[in-house]
């Protein structure tokens, strides 16, 4: 009989759990003592989110070719393109979700450390090297650097939800206890008093409020205007066109139609006139106005002032030596930009000059 019961136990032993998670009966101990045991999980199941994949395409593909390389647009916004910029802009923000607090106004307020990390992650994946050697690198880093200030933006965003989704202002102690998935504990903690902070309370009505002004949504999804356009094929009036229209091509809103009509009607015109390809960012900023630090209708100005975004030393000019040129003249990607240079230079007429110092200090800032 004592036999049997030997045998049983044994049994149930082998095949029961051995302990629930969390407790301490059989499971590693948890190593975040501010975090819910996983009996607690077990309770309440994790809600599925979208956006937190591990950018296993990037992973694949740095590990077949090695760093990958970026394409960016060079007629307007200097931002990435195409899948490239897809990748990037996903990996930027899974990084700071998982190593920066996001407990400033902007990307501009984030400690020098923090961004000279995410810059250190980046450059094992992308070929930053061929940035920093291409003639318009001081405007390609602008256009990382727009990335990088829309992506803290967006996870800044994301937080914010999760914090109205699990108490916010009015459970406070209950939205402390939430941990988001992948951030750190602490810096959940400091990113909530962000968002008590009165000077933030404020700033967000304020932003809620021009967000309510807003006359029509983008149905480019999450693409940028430069990217859109670039994985058509598409000329700029026909990205607008795209990315203000529903799935049976109807424009969503009337004022969208009217601009798009505006905006033909002036490109048209200028080239059956004869004269020269009318200038987009021109025709766009006349039809559709100006605003600071960006171009209406087709993305950001170029952010081009000097910041740490591809090397954390200041780099010093070298002198033009003749070997030096003669290296240049040697690359066929300096050859293609400077008869690209050339053939612009050539189109020009007197009148078009007034568009060369259309990227002022000003809208830099």
Not at 25 to 37: K, L
Not at 257 to 283: D, F, H, K, T, W
Request: glycine share 8%.
């Amino acid at each position: 009989m004592f036999s049997l019961l030997f045998v049983f136990v044994y049994l149930m032993a082998d095949v029961m759990p051995r302990g629930h998670g969390g407790d301490g009966a059989g499971d590693p101990p948890n190593p975040d003592p501010f975090r819910r045991g996983t009996h607690e999980i077990d309770a309440v199941p994790p809600r599925k989110v979208r956006g937190k994949a591990k950018n296993q395409k990037l992973r694949r593909m740095v590990k077949a070719g090695g760093r990958v390389s970026l394409t960016f647009d060079r007629d307007v916004t200097y931002t990435p393109v195409g899948v490239p910029s897809d990748l990037f802009s996903r990996e930027v923000g899974l990084y700071m979700w998982r190593t920066i607090p996001f407990d400033r106004m902007g990307w501009e307020k984030v400690p020098t450390p923090y961004k000279e990390a995410v810059m250190s992650h980046l450059k094992e994946n992308f070929n930053f090297d061929e940035v920093e050697h291409d003639l318009e690198a001081r405007d390609l880093k602008g256009g990382i650097r727009q990335v990088l200030m829309k992506r803290y933006s967006d996870r800044k965003n994301y937080a914010k939800r999760e914090f109205r989704e699990n108490g916010g202002y009015n459970d406070v102690e209950s939205e402390r206890a939430h941990h988001p998935k992948d951030m750190p504990y602490e810096n959940w903690l400091r990113t909530i008093d962000h968002f008590l902070d009165p000077k933030y309370i404020a700033r967000s009505e304020v932003n809620a409020r021009v967000r309510q002004l807003q006359k029509f949504p983008n149905r480019g999804g999450t693409s940028s205007y430069s990217s859109t356009a670039y994985k058509h094929g598409l000329k700029r009036l026909d990205t607008y066109r795209k990315t203000h229209t529903d799935k049976d091509g109807n424009f969503v809103d009337l004022v969208a139609e009217q601009n798009y009509l505006n905006l033909e009607r002036e490109i048209m015109g200028g080239e059956s006139s004869g004269s020269n390809q009318p200038n987009e960012v021109a025709v766009f900023q006349n039809v559709l106005g100006d605003r600071r630090g960006w171009f209406r209708g087709l993305g950001p100005k170029p952010s081009n002032k000097p910041s740490n975004t591809c090397n954390a030393q200041p780099q010093t000019a070298q002198p033009f030596s003749e070997e030096y040129v003669s290296t240049l003249f040697q690359s066929p990607a300096f050859i293609n930009q400077l008869e690209s240079f050339l053939a612009a230079r050539g189109k020009q007429v007197a009148p078009d000059d007034e568009y060369d110092d259309e990227y002022d200090d000003d809208d830099l800032t």
